[in-house]
């Protein structure tokens, strides 16, 4: 294999190759054990048929066009490694220059390829990370939550007001008189102050009385569930037949041992404490890190491949159709909900996956330059998380082993890499000057 030319544009680099005939031949027997798989000749099964045969009755240019292609595919490869070539896509513009017996085969491609960067600032950036600080009135409203939770109800001869459960037959009607059967209810009930079907209709409730009737007319939740009235002003006719108060119970040592392990309201404010402030640092952490990320982004900004950034975006893309059907949602009835297409949703994504894109170049550069990378033990341990993900009981070491064998080493140097682009990213916070 010669390389007859090596221009590069931007992030695409264009070569011009070239191979003796002589491996067009040789490659003939190849391409003829993979087209033969499938080839029909009366009188002979499938894959049976022999090779004078086969050329006779499929003719030798069949073979040599297949060869042809095996050849460039071995070339390429040559190529890329000869010229420390990066691909971020696979070749485009493939053409055949010379392909005729005895003389030189010369075939010409494309690719993109990972930019070469230079680095800019990574170490030392200032950022400000928010206090995992958790105060008196946080705890007490975790408190209150916890009582409203282990509320009861009582019946009550008083008219109803704001916090009751309130039990009520219900007419509807449109504003031309016309009864709506799908709001019509022998007995239903709502919590007042919820505002559930409309903040109209359970101010119209407060201040009734058990077995009293009321007409009024009041506006619907535009997002109420019942979509052929939702937003639309209607006519109620209302018959209260309940009303119960909502009765917390009391905060105290009693409440707390009934509810949970603890013994004390004490106890209980610190478990809570405890508890918010693993929350706030972990919400802490994350904020901080993204914006570590686009202090990253503006140290070291440069274009990125539109190759990689469709990359990106394609696995953007099928994590979240995955996440939706894991969920039980169908990824055309969430476009619906957006209603949004897929190409724009699509280009809502595109920013997102150009960061990835960027991210992911700019952590690879790092790496290498600091020696970061994830040890022998730290790839082992990933590789047995994986291997166990889903199953109820842990493999066996036997066949956790059998697993790895098997495992491509595409996959592990997939694994391998964001392992490398995690561990650099942590090495990049603990660089930074984090203030908070």
């Not at 499938?38 to 297949?66: C, I, N, S, T, W």
Request: include cysteine; glycine fraction near 2%.
């Amino acid at each position: 294999m010669k390389i007859l030319k090596n221009k590069k544009t931007d992030f695409t680099v264009t070569l011009e190759l070239e191979a003796d005939y002589t491996d067009i031949e040789k490659a003939t027997e190849p391409a003829y054990q993979e087209l033969v798989k499938d080839a029909k000749v009366p009188g002979f099964r499938p894959g049976k048929v022999p090779r004078p045969v086969f050329e006779k009755h499929y003719g030798r240019e069949m073979l040599v066009q297949r060869a042809s292609t095996i050849v460039m595919n071995d070339c390429y490869k040559q190529a890329v490694a000869a010229e420390k070539l990066e691909p971020v896509d696979y070749p485009k513009n493939v053409e055949i220059k010379t392909l005729e017996k005895d003389k030189p085969f010369v075939f010409t491609l494309a690719v993109d390829v990972k930019p070469e960067i230079k680095l800019g600032r990574y170490k030392g950036l200032k950022i400000k990370r928010d206090a995992a600080e958790v105060k008196s009135e946080e705890i007490d409203r975790e408190l209150n939550q916890v009582r409203e939770y282990h509320a009861e109800y009582k019946n009550v001869e008083r008219p109803a007001q704001n916090d009751d459960l309130v039990g009520y037959a219900l007419k509807a009607f449109a504003l031309d008189g016309r009864p709506l059967a799908e709001l019509a209810k022998e007995r239903t009930g709502t919590r007042l102050g919820t505002n559930f079907m409309s903040p109209d209709f359970d101010r119209e409730i407060a201040g009734m009385k058990i077995n009293e009737t009321k007409k009024f007319r009041c506006r619907v939740n535009a997002d109420y569930f019942v979509k052929s009235v939702a937003g639309q002003e209607i006519d109620c006719e209302v018959l209260l037949l309940e009303i119960k108060e909502r009765v917390l119970p009391e905060l105290n040592d009693e409440f707390i041992k009934k509810i949970s392990a603890k013994q004390t309201v004490a106890e209980m404010r610190e478990e809570i404490k405890t508890n918010l402030t693993a929350q706030k640092k972990t919400a802490a952490d994350n904020q901080a890190r993204e914006k570590f990320i686009e202090e990253l982004l503006k140290e070291n900004d440069f274009t990125a491949p539109q190759a990689l950034i469709e990359d990106k975006l394609n696995v953007i893309l099928r994590n979240l159709e995955i996440d939706l059907r894991n969920k039980g949602l169908e990824f055309s009835r969430y476009l619906q909900a957006l209603n949004k297409d897929a190409a724009a949703l699509r280009a809502d994504y595109r920013p997102v996956a150009e960061k990835r894109a960027k991210l992911d170049l700019i952590l690879e550069k790092v790496a290498e330059k600091e020696n970061v990378r994830p040890t022998d033990a730290e790839i082992e341990a990933e590789l047995d998380k994986i291997m166990n993900s889903g199953r109820q009981e842990p493999l066996k070491p036997a066949e956790l082993a059998k697993f790895k064998k098997s495992l491509p080493e595409s996959a592990r140097k997939q694994i391998i890499s964001y392992l490398t682009e995690d561990k650099c990213l942590e090495f990049l916070l603990n660089n930074a000057k984090i203030t908070e």
